[in-house]
């Protein structure tokens, strides 16, 4: 195993550093032959799996800077409690156990998410209320009480761990107000930590009840990092705000409601030749009813009901499936979209939808791809089209499920496949089997889809795995692997046994033809996961060791193998595939995989940052 290692540091840092070591007689060697060529290395094999978990959109790659713009970050999911301050799913029947799952989940802490207020107990106060709301898929909104006019109530938004600006930048706001007798200017502000007044405007809030829509720029006049946003109010009355907006306007090619310039620079850098999205566990929600739904992403941000993400905080849907359909056109990416099955996450209640109602999710995968890829004569196409993209994007791939397996998810899978295969027989779809028999009871799948979260031995000695995995009438898509397991938050060592993996499914790239390290991104102030690819903060973006592995090999794919051997005095053992730490899908039995599910859930329920 150290022998493997060396060879691929070497090989490292002769690739990043051009440093070649002095060859010793008892060093492995690889034997190159030109004239024998292996497998076609498809341009399809690196791309990038996005999943809402750590921030990564939300105080991430989503440029939005105001943390719970629209109030709705304390709204309980529909038939879902909170106690103890824990949120509390319904009672629903996991399919594959046949109980009733007796799991909490996180629940946010803070009273109003990001917002508070200057002078409480001296004349003003904020509470959420859902009187008149501006939309009805968002029915929260704030109520600003002011009493005394004496002391300006300042009510402040902390960002995502901060607000960053740059000297000079513009920031588009937009926000809304209603009242009945506040009659007056309310001052916008973009506030620094040494409380110097970055940028300011005035707005007027007009006493007629009914929402007014305030836009405006405000100019930036210092870089910081950790600024804040404040709304300011000099007299007395009652105000309600609602979606309290402020983006960059330089986003990532300028689009509105847009990604964060650098974040998006710096994902497109590793070249990905495909983006999955929506996730993930989020696909499935803790209960079916709290899935993510693409419907419901679409339009004006304002309008987006958002979604209590299953990984502990709200999804606003603001990186909803147009921005991702059009990200992956601006960097040259091929879309994948994971569809529900009418199951919920089996790691966690594990709900199944009745077999009557299976035709509401096909239909709404096929809803999702003509919205995608359909004709403007279409229903979903027209609403593209309407939203300003009448050309199809480059969808390609359909997952159906995400880490789903047993009968029910197989009988499901099938109909699915069936649908989607009829009407789209250009697209490639994905089942969640791994690499072992499961596969067998689908009647047909273009690609499975095995993951491994696992230490660095279980890479190092499996870098060969493919070389021995039978040929099948599918291919093999190895959409989550990371090494995670006992190296910290990520490091050297970790990145290099996940080079060691790389290669063997790039030579066995006949077989595997695509590729997604996950997770993607982590706001370095929310690790809800161990380890993570990029490290984000409100003004900086940092790949770790493991992503400059991943650009490595993207960057220099070859257009095919050629035979290598490799030498060395004493050969490894053969590996057990049962490998050690984390989930291999591919590998498991159900007795193994509940035991996982069971470490897996206590894992999730800490914040491990
Ligand atoms: O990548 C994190 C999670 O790992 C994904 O949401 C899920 O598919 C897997 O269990």
Known sequence: MNKILSIVAIALLVSIFGFQPTPKAEDPKVLIDLGKKGAEVPASLYGVFFEEIN????????????????????????????????????????????????????????????????????????????????????????????????????????????????????????????????????????????????????????????????????????????????????????????????????????????????????????????????????????????????????????KRSGVYDTWGYRNSYGFG??????????????????????????????????????????????????????????????????????????????????????????????????????????LTLISNHGLGKGVKSVTKTDMIDPHWYVGPDFFFKNHNLFDNIPREDYKIYVGEYACNQRVGGGNMLAALSEAAFISGMERNSDLVKMASYAPLFENKNNREWPVNLIWIDNDKVVGRSSYYVQQLFASNRPSYNVSTQLQQPKSDKPIPLKGEGGIGLGFMDYTKRIQRLKDHNSRWKCNLS
Not at 134 to 149: E, G, H, R
Request: hydrophobic fraction near 35%; include cysteine; charged fraction near 20%.
């Open 55 to 302: 921030h990564a959109g939300e105080g991430g790659l989503y440029a939005e800077m105001i943390r719970n713009r629209a109030f709705e970050d304390k709204e309980v999911p529909t038939g879902y409690s909170v106690v103890n301050g824990e949120l509390v799913p319904p009672a629903v029947k996991n399919h594959l156990s046949g109980r009733i799952e007796k799991n909490t989940f996180k629940w946010e802490k803070e009273t109003i998410p990001a917002w508070t207020i200057n002078s409480k107990g001296e004349g003003a106060s904020i509470q959420t209320t859902k009187t008149q709301p501006l939309d009805p898929s968002t029915p929260n909104n704030l109520l600003v009480k002011i009493n005394s006019a004496s002391t300006p109530a300042i009510v402040t938004n902390t960002g995502f761990w901060g607000i960053a600006t740059q000297n000079g930048a513009e920031y588009l706001l937009r926000f809304y107000t209603r009242s009945d007798n506040y009659n007056g200017a309310i001052t916008a502000r973009i506030v620094g930590f040494d409380n110097t007044i970055i940028a300011s405007q005035n707005v007027t809030a007009t006493a007629n009840g009914k929402w007014k829509e305030h836009k405006l720029i405000l100019v930036a006049n210092a870089s910081q990092s950790k600024a804040h946003f404040e709304l300011v109010f000099e007299k007395s009355g009652n105000v309600y705000i609602d979606y309290v907006s402020l983006f960059p306007k330089n986003t990532y090619k300028g689009r509105e409601n847009g990604l964060r310039n650098d974040v998006a620079t710096f994902l497109s850098d590793l070249k990905p030749a495909f983006i999955r999205w929506p996730g993930g566990c989020i696909v499935e929600g803790i209960t079916v009813s709290n899935r993510v739904e693409w419907k419901k992403t679409l339009g004006d941000p304002m």
């Open 321 to 426: 499936y147009n921005e991702f359909l059009q990200y992956c056109e601006d960097i040259g990416a091929k879309g994948m979209f994971v569809c529900n099955v009418g199951l919920g996450c089996q790691y966690r209640m594990g709900d199944a939808c009745s077999d009557q109602d299976v035709d509401f999710y096909v239909k709404d995968v096929l809803d999702a791809l003509e919205y995608a890829i359909g004709g403007t004569n279409t229903v979903w196409g027209a609403k593209r089209a309407k939203a300003g993209h009448p050309a199809p994007y480059p969808l390609q791939y359909v997952e159906i499920g995400n880490e789903q397996w047993g009968a029910l998810y197989n009988k499901r899978f099938d109909i699915f496949y069936k649908a989607i295969k009829s009407k789209y027989p250009q």
